[in-house]
């Protein structure tokens, strides 16, 4: 949430901060790129300081960084000095990006994965509610960041006095040695059913780290890059030039502004759901239903059907983005090993950044050259291209994939037996106790 809050507000307030600040309205895209591009240097230094901090550690001060940076945007009297600014909001992003999805990815479950993706849904949302709240009580764009800001260091008191359960985690390794048979019912661990071991190669603490670039000849490191360069391709370009499509296509603009909200609802309410369905399903399932899903959403648009439909279309495309991302990520552990996670995480994210820096105004000048109609077309090649990558990705990295669901079914195994074990246990303790009432 607290990743989502700044990353919306931007667009929501610049119209009035370009008035404000005396700017073109086009500035908003230098802005963007200047954060970009912090992120992206930031991403690629974050498993560095993940070995010096902890995850926690480097999570609050990212925090902070951004709390800082949100107060800066607040006060800046200058297009200049909002130029300034967006580089601290950037490391801090591209920190938090690669810290929680490592964590996640290694730490929790797939659906716990998929639900950290859905509550950046209700961060984004909550931006540009409190840019409305701030505009209705007189305070102004300006007000809104200092929410925003404050709100951020709220999140950051909250993670300060949470360091000692991310130590704790951290020290207990990740899911898949957290199963035990329970020896007797005072004294039982039982690992959460499904899919917890889908992130666990399990690391060897003897494994040397190794630099980004060292990293990116491990085989498949390079296609997992391709692999989020188209994803964010998709995703972003579908965020971005929705709007103007529906509008080109008859659609009013208050209409289409509702429908490009009602696809961000889809990508939310799917996230969560995806959370539910991980815990039957593998990540490997889940991305390539995804991908199919937005699939047919690109080629049912891409029909001459009546415009009511199109709006069904667009969600599809959302619903079908949902469980791609958060999935991809929570793969990684297993296609790369833990002890490469953070470089591998690192490097996708780079890859997610230069796709969503590149590819968007790469369509706008396709768009400007020709017609915003070729939109369902270019989204179609992204998902082809996207589909491609994810399955040149798995042939890659088939054999430890294998080898993380075969762990997936020993520890579903484990868990049911422990399951058994510990009601058999209580049924015997329960019979003790009648007997001991009855004399």
Same mark, same amino acid.
């Given at each position: ?6 990353? #919306? ?9 370009h ?9 908003? =895209?230098?802005?963007?790129?200047i954060?970009?591009?912090?992120t992206?240097?930031s991403?690629?230094? #974050? @498993?560095?300081f ?5 995850? =926690?550690?480097?999570v609050?001060y ?12 607040g006060?800046?009297d200058? /297009? ?7 580089? !601290?909001?950037?490391?801090?992003a591209g920190a ?22 859905a509550?950046w849904?209700?961060?984004?949302t ?12 007189g $305070?102004?764009?300006r007000g ?19 360091? &000692? ?13 957290n ?13 959460s ?8 190669? @399990?690391?060897?603490?003897n +494994?040397?780290?190794i630099s ?6 491990v !085989?498949?490191?390079?296609?997992s890059?391709?692999t ?9 370009s +579908?965020s ?10 008859g /659609?009013?603009p208050?209409? =289409?502004? /509702? ?31 995804g ?9 049912v648009?891409?029909? !001459?059907?009546?415009?009511w ?12 983005c949902?469980?791609?991302?958060p999935s991809?990520?929570?793969?990684? @552990? ?12 690192s490097?996708?994210?780079?890859? $997610? ?6 590819m968007?105004?790469? /369509?706008?000048?396709v ?6 109609h070729?939109? &369902? ?5 992204f998902?082809?291209l ?12 088939h054999?430890?994939l294998?080898?993380?669901?075969a762990?997936e ?5 484990l ?5 058994? +074990?510990?009601k058999?246990?209580?049924r ?12």
């Open positions: 949430m607290g990743l989502g809050l700044p990353d #919306t507000i931007l667009g929501a307030a610049w119209p009035l901060m008035l404000d600040l005396q700017t073109p309205i086009s500035a908003a =895209g230098i802005l963007s790129i954060a970009s591009l912090g992206i240097v991403s690629l230094c #974050t @498993p560095k993940l070995r010096i901090l902890g995850t =926690g550690k480097l609050a990212s925090i902070a960084l951004t709390a800082i940076a949100s107060v800066g945007y006060n800046a200058s /297009f200049n000095v909002l130029c300034l600014w967006a580089i !601290p909001m950037g490391i801090g938090v990006d690669v810290a929680m999805n490592n964590f996640a990815a290694i730490y929790l479950e797939s659906k716990h994965t998929n639900w950290l993706h509550s849904g209700i961060g984004a909550l931006g540009p509610s409190l840019l409305s709240f701030s505009i209705m009580i $305070s102004g764009w809104a960041y200092e929410y925003v800001a404050a709100s951020l260091t709220a999140i950051f008191v909250l993670i300060l006095i949470s360091l &000692p359960l991310w130590k704790k985690t951290e020290a207990r390794g990740g899911l898949s040695e199963v035990t048979i329970p020896a007797n019912s005072e004294n039982v661990k039982v690992a059913p499904g899919n917890a071991p889908r992130t666990a190669a @399990p690391s060897d603490g +494994t040397p780290h980004i670039r060292e990293a990116l000849r !085989p498949g490191m390079k296609l890059f391709l989020f360069f188209f994803y964010s391709a998709l995703e972003i +579908t971005l030039w929705c709007g103007t499509y529906l509008i080109a296509c /659609f009013k208050e209409i =289409g502004a /509702f429908i490009v909200s009602l696809m961000f609802a889809s990508v939310m309410i799917g996230r969560i759901a995806s959370g539910f369905f991980a815990i039957k399903f593998t990540d490997h399932r889940l991305i390539y239903a991908i199919f899903i937005v699939a047919a959403g690109c080629l648009l891409s029909l !001459p059907l009546p415009l439909m199109q709006p069904v279309c667009i969600c599809l495309l959302g619903l079908g949902a469980p791609v991302y991809l990520i929570h793969a990684t @552990p297993a296609r790369f090993g833990e002890s490469l996670s953070s470089q591998a995480i490097i996708q994210l780079a890859g $997610s950044y230069v796709g969503s820096i590149l968007p105004p790469a /369509f706008g000048l768009a400007a050259k020709f017609t915003v070729l939109w &369902p077309i270019s989204l179609s090649i998902v082809g996207l589909l491609l990558c994810v399955c040149l990705l798995d042939y890659v990295t054999k430890k294998n080898k993380s669901y762990r079914r020993v520890i579903d195994i868990h049911t037996v422990s399951m058994e +074990t510990l058999r246990e209580r015997i303790q329960r019979r003790l106790r009648n007997r001991q009432k009855k004399r």
